[in-house]
């Protein structure tokens, strides 16, 4: 079965979320026409690709999917990502450098700076000593700084101690989510505090196992499409072909939410 197109995949999600067209236009700002046009795949009212892609990240935050993975499936159903532009071709030189002119020596300044060396010459002469020049006596000042006798010895500080590090959960806490796909769906996979372990499409004949603590939550495009394995435990299909669901699991016994 082929895959679902980014449009329907919008779609769905804003059903699932329980938002009508106009309730999303007046989240994201989005006109109404234009998000009819998105759900049916016609892009052709965004103004271009940058546009639309923005429109899409927009509408996808607001429907709870991840805005990143669903623009990343937008460009690989519209055949990958577009190739920057490179800033030659947008900046290019329109203007001509104008050297200055050369100009002669000049030979007023140049005689003015040698008159100048020939008078300091002069002075120096006249009025100079012996021509020696006082070398100071420096001597190098030591590496390593005196102490004054009688000084207390002084105990070094104790390194500090290492920070306690943090609990590792025990295997009886944590939430083993198996998924298996007999046909290709998007998931969007987080834990109990919304870290995201897994966000984008499960190919057909492939299955992925994600653990965590306390919770597994589940995003599944086409709950048809998927069969689940909860803690050791078969639950089978989560819903019906081309549903959206949402599921939640704790560590004990897997039970849906």
Known sequence: MQEQSIGST???????????????????RIREALI????RDDFSLCGGD?????????????????PEVT???YDEQRGGTPLPVRAAMVFQADRKVKLRERRGPNWTLALGVALAIVVVFGVVR???????????????????PSVPPNTPFTEPPPPPRPSPQKAVPAAKDLVVVKVKAKRSSYLNVRDAEGRKLFAGTLQAGKSSTWKAATQVKLLIADAGAVSLQ???????QPGSRGEMVRRSFGPSAPRPR
Do not use: C, M
């Open 36 to 39: 009819y046009a998105i759900e």
């Open 10 to 28: 919008l779609a769905a999600a804003r059903r699932a979320s329980g938002l009508t067209v106009g309730q999303l236009s007046a989240t994201t």
């Open 50 to 66: 940058f546009y639309a892609r923005g429109h899409i990240k927009s509408i996808a935050r607001a429907v709870g999917l991840d």
């Open 230 to 236: 909860v803690n050791g435990k078969n639950l089978g």
């Open 71 to 73: 623009v990343h499936l």
């Open 126 to 144: 006249v009025f100079g000593g012996s021509g020696e020049t006082p070398v100071a006596d420096v001597q190098p000042a030591s590496a390593v």
